[in-house]
């Protein structure tokens, strides 16, 4: 009897081991993709030279099929940027819509880093915009050496983050389709509570997931089901509005770069100043994590900071927003609901699974 106890029991360890053993590769898969743009560009400098005329000569003097992934990382980019943009304004509108915008921003700010980490990152966050800005108005050509370099090294990193995301999704689409899980998987992305950049790497403390919709509690019982029956067509709105960046930026961008006569010149400048916008995103997300990482150094293996391969991109619109679980979009209708039952339920989630996972005494 104790035996078949002890059996059932291990199940769950197993379990547990089996799926911290596929995150580990799935972590060497996303970096290992991450790794790749960046070390064949130091490859190429290091030959080469980092001068202007390298920088701006680089892309006609790459190989057919490297220059069509660098133009099909750039898309990638855009287009999910373009979504998490499109989401965090509807963020914003559902706040003004439930008049608790106080709310949303305090959940941001109780969710930010602590300021030590915070201020660093976003000064590198502006001084990063603002190159970018500056990039728009008088080209590549027209900045200085420096600025040059600066974006040249924002652009390398903007490759590998998608390279880390290509990596992961395929990981996770073929770990979907072996457990029979892959039509769910595709109906999130058609329901835009996923994004491709989702699949790459991050720093856990710095990102949340991406589709996690800020939950408000309402005062009664009515005032829920009142909302309930207008929660399709808003959850439609999202969807159509999201759908709609992502048409938008697809095309923007494939008229940009594959036929320039026929885009208007707006066009050229929203798809450019995109891709310079994502660099700022991308500076948050290395200088929090850096910064997390040397906070929680001095203070012992408890708080130890790790980067994974969970969802979350990247952005800076995004890096605050507070975490819960993926695509856990109905928790605003929850009536009179409280964060401090969330956060109450996860001990209560650790010990039930202690309980399953140790033998009875």
């Not at 029991?9 to 911290?20: F, G, K, Q, T, V």
């Not at 919709?213 to 309402?218: G, R």
């Not at 890096?319 to 401090?340: E, L, M, V």
Request: with cysteine; hydrophobic share 45%.
């Amino acid at each position: 009897m104790s035996n078949g106890l002890q059996g059932r029991s291990s199940e769950p360890l197993n379990e547990r081991e089996s799926r911290e053993e596929a995150t580990c590769w799935r972590s060497l898969l996303c970096w290992f993709g991450f790794f790749i743009p960046v070390g064949f560009e130091l490859w190429v400098h290091l030959l080469h030279g980092f001068d202007r005329q390298e920088i701006l000569g680089e892309e006609d003097a790459l190989p057919k099929q490297l220059r069509g992934f660098l133009d099909f990382a750039e898309l990638i980019c855009r287009v999910c940027l373009g979504q998490v943009l499109v989401f965090s304004a509807w963020q914003l509108a559902r706040a003004v819509f439930h008049c608790k915008v106080g709310v949303l921003m305090g959940q941001i700010c109780e969710a930010s880093p602590l300021v030590r980490q915070w201020l660093p990152a976003l000064l590198l966050t502006l001084f990063t915009f603002g190159v970018g800005v500056w990039g728009c108005f008088v080209g590549d050509e027209g900045l200085p050496l420096w600025a040059l370099r600066y974006s040249h090294i924002c652009d390398m990193f903007c490759h590998a983050v998608v390279a880390s995301a290509l990596m992961g999704l395929g990981f996770d689409l073929t770990s979907e389709a072996h457990q029979g899980r892959l039509l769910d998987f595709l109906v999130k992305f058609f329901l835009c509570l996923d994004t491709i950049e989702g699949h790459g790497v991050h720093s856990e403390d710095a990102e949340p997931e991406f589709g996690d919709q800020v939950a408000f509690s309402f005062c009664d019982q009515s005032q829920h089901q009142s909302h309930a029956r207008v929660r399709w067509a808003f959850n439609v709105c999202r969807i159509c509005s999201m759908w709609a960046s992502f048409l938008f930026m697809f095309f923007a961008y494939t008229f940009t770069v594959y036929i320039p006569e026929s885009a208007p010149p707006w066009v050229d400048v929203t798809v450019d100043f995109i891709g310079r916008f994502c660099w700022a995103g991308i500076s948050w997300w290395l200088m929090v994590s850096i910064l997390a990482c040397a906070a929680s150094r001095p203070a012992g293996a408890g708080t130890s900071h790790s980067f994974t391969c969970q969802p979350a991109t990247f952005d800076v619109l995004q890096a605050c927003r507070p975490r819960g679980s993926f695509g856990q979009q109905d928790h605003q209708d929850q009536p009179t609901q409280d964060h401090g039952e969330q956060t109450l339920a996860a001990p209560q989630q650790q010990a039930s699974e202690l309980r399953e996972v140790l033998p009875p005494a």
